[in-house]
């Protein structure tokens, strides 16, 4: 990887994110982890589908996030 890619803040951080929240993801399929919330009766659901969605899409954002820096990044260096 190149050093600039290596020295951004930025990239850095968007990078442990998505490991950490495919992690994530990867115990919710496996079913190790799952996610209930309590509805407006009191009762609990099963909202592991839901959130397993939703950390798809931040993932799915911060791989967007890292395309366009990267790109960025590299548009800098050719300069």
Known sequence: MDENFDIDPMLAWC??????????IE????GEVQVR?????GQMADTTAENIAQLETKVAVLEDLL???????AAETET
């Open 67 to 73: 395309t366009d820096r990267r790109k960025a990044l």
């Open 37 to 41: 919330e309590s509805n407006e009766f």
């Open 15 to 24: 990078e442990q994110e998505v490991v950490l929240i495919r992690k994530q």
């Open 27 to 30: 115990r919710l399929h496996s």
